[in-house]
C-alpha cells in the first residue's frame, strides 16, 4: 500500500548531520561512558513541588478530558504571564494550550500556511522546523543568518526572499546558536514582515533563559501582535519536557479556529498536567531561575575555558541552553570534528551542520550535564581542536 507522500516526505531522509547523535546512543546503549552533550534537555528533573501539584490534581479526578481549548484558570495564567512580560494586552481568548511547543508549532503552521505556501525560517535552525512546514504541505525556505553577524539575521537577507513567502518563523532566544535577537534585529523583521505582509511564527520556548540584554517579543512591536503567533512552552523554563505543555498566542480569530484543530488532533493537555504548569506558573519567576541556574553558570564555565585558548571561537552565548563552537581553524567539518572526537574521547557533540549550512564548521554544544564533568568534557574537546590544529 502507497502511504501518503506528505508522510514519506516529512524529513528528506540522507544524511542530516544527525548520525555522530545516533552513533553515541548506541555506544551509550553498548555501555561505553559517553560523555553527551547533544540534546537540550535539563540535567535536573521537574520540580518536587509541581509533581505534587500533578499528583494532588489527578487524585482529585482531573483524569478525564479536559478542556480542548486548555483550562480557563491556565489559559488565563499563560495570557498574564504574556501581558506582563510583553505589555501587549492578552486574554485567554488569545491563548491555546497545546502538547508541547512542537505542537504549538504545527498548529501555528496550520493557522497560516496553505498548501504550497512558501514559509520563511532562519538558518541555523531547530531541527523540526522544515518537516513541521511540509508536514502541512508547505514549503520551508531556509534564509541563512551568519557566524560573522553573531548569528543575528539580516533583513536584507529576508527581504531577498520574501516576495511571494506567506511566513517567516524565527527563534529567540536561539537554539541551536544561543544569540538573542537585539532590537533592532527584531525591528528590521518586524518592518521586513509588514511591508511583505508576512506572518511572524515567534519560537520563544527559551525566553527565561537569556545572559545578555533581554528578550523582547517581537508581538510588542507596532503593529506586529495581530500578524504574530507566539509559541511558549513550560519544557526548557520549568524542566517539564516530558509534561507536554505549551501554548500557542495569537489574535483571538486565530486562536478560535485552532481550537477547532485541536479538537480534530489532540483533544486538549491532561487537566492534571494543566495544573501542574498552573501551580509552576504561580511559582514565578524564583522557580525560573532554580531551572535556568545551571546553564548560566556553564556558560561561565564555558566563557572562561575558552578565553584561555585562541582554536576553538566562541559565539557569544547571550540565551538559551547551548554554546555554538567554531572550530574552523581545525581544517575540520562541524561533522569531521564531532565524529572524531566521539570516536578518540567519547564525547559526542552535535556538528553544526545538522543545523543547516550556516553554522558549517561549528559544534553545538549542550550544557546540560553537571559543572564538574562538563568543565572537564569542554577542556577535552579545546584539547582535542588544539591538536587537530597544529
Ligand atoms: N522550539 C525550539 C527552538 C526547541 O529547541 C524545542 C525543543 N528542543 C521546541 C521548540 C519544542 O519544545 P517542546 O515541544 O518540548 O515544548
Not at 498548501?115 to 508547505?138: K, Q, V
Not at 520556548?205 to 506586529?224: E, I, K
Not at 487537566?271 to 501542574?276: E, K, R, V
Not at 562541524?334 to 564548521?361: C, K, R, V, Y
Request: proline content about 5%; charged content about 20%.
Amino acid at each position: 500500500m502507497e502511504l501518503s507522500n506528505r508522510i514519506t516526505h516529512l524529513t528528506p531522509g540522507g544524511s542530516d548531520g544527525w548520525e555522530v547523535f545516533y552513533k553515541a546512543r548506541a555506544l551509550k546503549t553498548a555501555g561505553e561512558p559517553v560523555t553527551e552533550l547533544t540534546i537540550g534537555e535539563h540535567d535536573i528533573r521537574t520540580h518536587p513541588s509541581i509533581l505534587d501539584a500533578m499528583h494532588v490534581s489527578a487524585k482529585g479526578g482531573h483524569t478525564g478530558y479536559a478542556a480542548v481549548p486548555g483550562t480557563q484558570a491556565l489559559r488565563e495564567a499563560v495570557a498574564t504571564r504574556i501581558q506582563t512580560r510583553t505589555g501587549v494586552a492578552t486574554g485567554a481568548e488569545n491563548i491555546l494550550i497545546t502538547p508541547g511547543g512542537q505542537a504549538a508549532l504545527y498548529a501555528a503552521f496550520n493557522a497560516i500556511c496553505d498548501e504550497g505556501d512558501t514559509a520563511l525560517f532562519i538558518d541555523p535552525y531547530y531541527a523540526t522546523y522544515p518537516g513541521t512546514i511540509r508536514g502541512i504541505g508547505g514549503v520551508p525556505q531556509a534564509i541563512p543568518a551568519y557566524p560573522r553577524n553573531g548569528f543575528q539575521p539580516r533583513a536584507e537577507d529576508i527581504e531577498e526572499h520574501a516576495k511571494g513567502a506567506t511566513s517567516l518563523l524565527i527563534n529567540t532566544p536561539n537554539n541551536p546558536t544561543g544569540a538573542v535577537y537585539t532590537r533592532d534585529t527584531l525591528q528590521a523583521i518586524a518592518d521586513t514582515c509588514i511591508a511583505n505582509d508576512l506572518w511572524l511564527i515567534s519560537d520563544e520556548v527559551y525566553d527565561t533563559q537569556v545572559w545578555d540584554g533581554s528578550h523582547l517579543s517581537p508581538r510588542a512591536l507596532p503593529n506586529m501582535a495581530d500578524r504574530t503567533l507566539v509559541v511558549g512552552s513550560m519544557s526548557k523554563s520549568h524542566a517539564m519536557t516530558g509534561s507536554r505543555v505549551g501554548w500557542v498566542c495569537g489574535p483571538a480569530d486565530a486562536i478560535e479556529h485552532l481550537i477547532n484543530l485541536a479538537t480534530h488532533t489532540t483533544y486538549g493537555v491532561p487537566g492534571y498536567i494543566q495544573d501542574a504548569a498552573l501551580f509552576a506558573l504561580g511559582e514565578g519567576t524564583p522557580l525560573e531561575d532554580v531551572v535556568s541556574a545551571p546553564f548560566s553558570r556553564r556558560r561561565k564555565i564555558t566563557e572562561d575555558l575558552l578565553a584561555k585558548q585562541n582554536i576553538v571561537k566562541g559565539c557569544p552565548i547571550s540565551g538559551a541552553m547551548y554554546a555554538m563552537l567554531d572550530v574552523r581553524a581545525t581544517g575540520l567539518s562541524g561533522q569531521d570534528f564531532a565524529n572524531a572526537l566521539l570516536d578518540e574521547h567519547l564525547i559526542a557533540t552535535m556538528p553544526g551542520e545538522s543545523f543547516g549550512t550556516a553554522a558549517a564548521g561549528h559544534v553545538r554544544v549542550a550544557m546540560t550535564i553537571d559543572d564538574e564533568t562538563y568543565t572537564s568534557a569542554l577542556q577535552t574537546l579545546l584539547d582535542f581542536a588544539k591538536d587537530k590544529a597544529s
